[in-house]
Each structure stands twice: as structure tokens, then as C-alpha cells.
């Protein structure tokens, strides 16, 4: 039972983090119709940038957070007007091989700075284990569920009661119709693009506080295909429920079975799930039968 | 001056090649490939070696996301299984390699097509994820199943031999991947001649026509992931052969988006596309070391970061081509024939 509670709760820690990574990505898809495989480099760039703030910069990290915000909001925007807008109209493997080869670059850049090795992490959210119902979890981890929590939700408001959340989702539904409206779907996709490299960053630095940062948190990137294929590629809500579910299956996997398969069975997933009910949980079912 | 190709017999027609210059360039290329490896040292050998199996790999992707249209990110993995099998025959069970690597042709076009099962349901951007789990799920297999290809350990093969001779030297070995890489060029060319290769080219054009036209989408979907793989299951087992050594790290997922590279900037959709694409791809991580070591009595710093330079080159290179010129170097060597075809009227 220890076990369980222990699993649980780092499972849904682990998966509020993939939610937030799944987060950007589905925003992306759903605004401008890209599949973008830097997601990844997103969360790796945030979590260096927060880094270098901290302990080379030696900033408070509020003021970290912050300034790493609005890096990568930065990052985005131009990563939205350099290299998907030449795409608009391309076909979908030109697409998917762009957002390939920006993340080869991306990567390249951050281990040209900051080198390849992983280093500690100063702690910004305390991390001394606290015992909840006899399990024993690091604080950071809960504070990680409970930071994705407020953000996933803020997310949810923006989506439905902001003028600009509004504007997103109308552009995600028909971009003709949007631009009609009076909505510049340019700069829609630019606010996508910012805010999926702010989720992503934000995701970073949680997961560099409980693991210190290296290039291996890219990995992120391929992580969080079976979370949107399992949410819907559309659906945000379907991005937090996936990210929990996958979460939870890989301690779940990794505690009781054992033998790395934490690592394989949600692609197995994956695939099962795109045989069957390929719009996923929550997605749109506009899926084309060939 | 010429205005065109226009064909008077069938003959002609039929022929692969149609001008004078083309045959004047084809019997020069052949020329080179049978003087080369006399004049070269052993590294530009190595290079040649791998440009050839890089060659056989690419066509066969090719054959999958270029003219059938069904994008494929399990490249790395469908290369896994085929070095896998030839390195295990050979190994353990003491088959000849030419028998170990024809099998992991055969058993690779089986894996290929098995994956290819959700081709019939899934396309686009849906495929290339099923397929990216297909590339994740055969490596951890391979890292996994200790039994039988000794996980995450290297898997020793020997030596290649033929008559007494040993054929992975660097000079032996390369009479063998290019006359390889000259068969299966020739299989794939004529490939796309057949009811076949037209099938093929029809699904990707528009599926539900071609279906309507009485193709078989079910039947020659499968056959173009079966057909695809069975070449890069023979890449996979020629790197086993080739290097004597299989592990696991040659075949991630950075070598499928290596090799998708290879053809989305060589050409999608062209046999010479595959050939300009694998010797772009193969040369520019040599030759950006060797600019690297030049400049390294200017630039000290320079040698420890020749890695992420090339990773950096790598993925520059990709959005370049995709923004400027997406139908990449094949449609290049096409203007710049057309230049001179026109010349001096060209414009």
C-alpha cells in the first residue's frame, strides 16, 4: 500500500510535468495545425536558461523565473516568424522535418553554452521528503503538482473567458472564419508559439529542480507523444487527463514490473490507441478514413 | 539547340536513358566508381563505403515517403532489426553472411510491413507518430531481449569471407556495396515502370482515387513498407558485415531523422535524390571535422565543440532547405543542367 500511494504520487507529479510540455504542444497543433518536435528543447532551454539565471547570474528566482519567461517567450515569437511561417501551405512532412532540424539546432546551441555533462541544480522549491499517508515524497515534487495545477487551471480560464484565449480557439476551429472576424491569425500563432515556450520552460525548470539539468531532459520531446495521442491532439483538457494517466503508468510499470518497460508501454499505448480511437480521449474525431 | 524530347520509336520510349548527355554522364560516373577506389587512401574508402550504404538505405525510405507518400520516422529501427538478424545468424548460428543477409532482407520486410499496419488506418502527421513508436518500441526490444541479441552490449560478427577472402577490408568491401548499391538502383528505377511502382505513386497522389481506380490501398500499402524495408533491412545488415560489430546506439532515432534528411534534402520522390541526399549528409559531418582540425591552430577552443557544430550544421542545413529550396539538391542539379542544355539562350 506504501508502495502504491508512493508511485501515485510521484506519478502524478511526474505527469503534471508532461501535462505542461503536452500543454504547449497541443496549443501549437491546435492553433496552427504543426506537429512541433522541439518541444522538448523547449523544456531544456528553459530549464539552462533558469539555470544560468541562478547560479552564474546569481539572481533571486523570482526574478529568474521571470526574466526566463520572457526568454522564451522571445524564442518562440522568432522561432514562429523565422522558421514555421515560410512553411504555411507546405506539406506535412516538410513541416514535421523543419521542427526536426530546428530542434537538432536548438540542442546544438544550449550544449555549445552551456556543455554536454549534467550538473546540480541550486533548489529553488524546497525539497526535504515529507511523509503523506506513509509514503514518502520530495516536497519539490508536490510543489511541482501543485504549481502545474494552478498553472493547467489558469490555462483553462484563459481559454474560455480571455479575449485573447477566445481568438485562439476560434483560429484553431476555422482560420478563415477567424480572420473574417477581425482576428490576426499571425498573431495568434506568435501567442501560441510564446506560450507553449513558456509552459515548456516553466515544465524545465520544475523538472531541473528534482533532477538537476543535462541534455537528456530533452527526451521530453519524444515523451510527450503518447500523452497527446492519448489526450486527443486537440484537446487541452485531454492534455492534463493524458498526462496524468501516463504519468501514473509509468511508475506504476517502473515499480511493480520492473525491467525498464516504464519506457516502452507507453508507446505501446500509444499504438493501441491510435489503431482504435485515433482522435484519442477528448480529441475531435475528424479523422479521415483511408 | 535543343527544344525538347520528343521520342520516335518506342524503343526510345522504354529507354531509362534518352540523350546523348545523360549516357555521356552515366558511363562517366561509371568510370569513376571503377577507377576510385585504386586512387583513394583508406579514409576516403571508408567514406565511400558508407555513402554506398547510406545509398541503399535512403532509396529504400524513399521508396516509403517519397513515392508512396507514407512518412516514416522507423528507419533507425527497421535498420536495427536488419543488422540484428544478419549479426545473429551469422554470429551464433554459423550461417554464411551472403544467407544471413538475405534472410534479414526477408525478415526485415516482414517487421516493416507488420508496422505498416496502421497505415491503413492512420496518414500524415498520425502515421509518422506511429511509426516514431515503432522506431521506440524495435530499440527496446533490441536493448532488452538479452537472450537473444545480448542487450545493450556489442554484438561481434565474423569476418565476412567469399572464396577465402576476407570482404570487409575497406577495398573489398567496397566492390561489394556498389555493386549492391548499382542493383538495387536498378530494381527501384525499373520498380517504378511496374503496375507496382504505379500503385505506389498513385496512393500518394490522392488515395482515395487511386482506390477508386482499383487499387488496392490495403494490399500495396503493406507491399510498399514490405518492399521499403527489405532495402534497409539489406543497409542494416551490410553496417553489421561492414563494421564486424552491431550495437545499438547505430540505430536510434536520430539515424531515422538522419536518414529522412537525406532524402527530404536530396529529393523526395527521385532515385538521384536518394544518391545526392546520403552523399550530402554522409560528407558534411567529414568535412565540417576537417575544417574543424584545420582551423584548430587558429581557433583553439574549435576541436571540443566539432560535435555540436556538426548537430548545429545538421539541423541549419534542414530548415534552410526546406525554406529555400524544398525540393532540394535533385531539383538544383536540374537547374544547372538546364542552364547549360539552354546556354547560351538560358535565362
Known sequence: MELFIQLTLTGLTSGAILALAALGFVLIYKSSDVINFAQGEFLLIGAYVIFAMLTQAGLHWT????????????????????????MIGEPIISVIMVTIGLSSLLKAIVSTIWGNTP??????????????????????????????????GGFNLFFRRSREGIAMRAVADDQQAALSMGISVKRIF????????????????????????????????????????????????GAIVGGLIIGLLEQYTGGYLGQGLNQVLPFVVLIVILMFRPYGLFGQEIIERV | ??????????????????????????????????????????????????????????????????????????????MAVGAYTAGILTARMGMPWWA??????????????????PSLRLKGLYLAIATLAAQEIILWVVTHWKAVTG???????????????????????????????????????NLFRTRFGRAFIAIRDQDIAASVMGVDLFKYKLLAFAISSFWVGLAGAL?????????????????????????????????????????????????????GRVVKGVFPGVEGIIPFIQQATF???????????????????????????LWPFSY
Open chain 2, 1 to 78: 539547340m535543343i527544344s525538347g524530347i520528343f521520342h520516335s520509336t518506342y524503343e526510345q520510349d522504354m529507354a531509362l536513358r534518352h540523350t546523348h548527355a545523360q549516357k555521356i554522364r552515366l558511363a562517366i560516373l561509371i568510370v569513376f566508381l571503377l577507377v576510385f577506389p585504386f586512387l583513394a587512401n583508406r579514409y576516403y574508402l571508408t567514406l565511400a563505403n558508407q555513402i554506398g550504404i547510406a545509398v541503399i538505405g535512403a532509396i529504400g525510405l524513399n521508396i516509403l515517403v517519397g513515392y508512396t507518400g507514407q512518412i516514416s520516422l522507423g528507419q533507425g529501427g527497421f
Open chain 2, 239 to 291: 553496417t553489421a558485415h561492414y563494421r564486424s560489430i552491431v550495437t545499438w546506439e547505430r540505430f536510434t532515432i536520430d539515424v531515422s531523422v538522419l536518414y529522412l534528411a537525406m532524402i527530404i534534402i536530396g529529393g523526395l520522390g527521385k532515385i538521384t535524390g536518394s544518391y545526392l541526399g546520403a552523399i550530402f549528409m554522409t560528407l558534411l559531418p567529414a568535412v565540417l571535422s576537417n575544417l
Open chain 1, 119 to 152: 550538473q546540480a541544480f541550486p533548489p529553488f522549491i524546497p525539497s526535504e521528503p515529507v511523509n503523506i499517508l506513509g509514503a514518502t515524497v520530495g516536497q519539490d515534487r508536490l510543489w511541482a503538482l501543485v504549481i502545474a495545477a494552478v498553472l493547467l
Open chain 2, 151 to 189: 542487450g545493450v552490449d556489442a554484438l561481434v560478427v565474423p569476418n565476412p569471407e567469399l572464396f577465402g577472402i576476407r570482404m570487409n577490408t575497406d577495398f573489398n568491401f567496397y566492390w561489394l556495396v556498389w555493386a549492391l548499391v548499382i542493383l538495387v538502383t536498378f530494381a527501384s528505377v
Open chain 2, 315 to 341: 539541423g541549419l542545413v534542414i530548415i534552410l532547405f526546406l525554406i529555400l529550396e524544398p525540393e532540394g539538391l535533385n531539383k538544383i542539379w536540374k537547374n544547372i543542367k538546364d542552364y547549360f542544355r
Open chain 1, 190 to 237: 506568435a501567442w501560441a508559439w510564446s506560450i507553449a515556450a513558456a509552459t515548456a520552460a516553466i515544465g524545465g525548470a520544475l523538472v531541473a529542480n528534482i533532477v538537476g539539468v543535462g541534455p537528456e531532459l530533452s527526451h521530453f520531446g519524444l515523451r510527450v507523444f503518447p500523452v497527446v495521442i492519448l489526450g486527443g491532439l486537440d484537446s487541452i483538457p
Open chain 1, 63 to 86: 526574478f529568474g523565473l521571470v526574466l526566463t519567461i520572457a526568454v522564451a517567450v522571445g524564442l518562440g515569437v522568432m522561432v514562429e516568424r523565422l522558421v514555421l511561417r515560410p
Open chain 2, 100 to 117: 544471413s543477409t538475405l534472410v534479414a532482407c526477408f525478415v526485415t520486410a516482414g517487421v516493416g510491413a507488420a508496422f505498416g499496419l
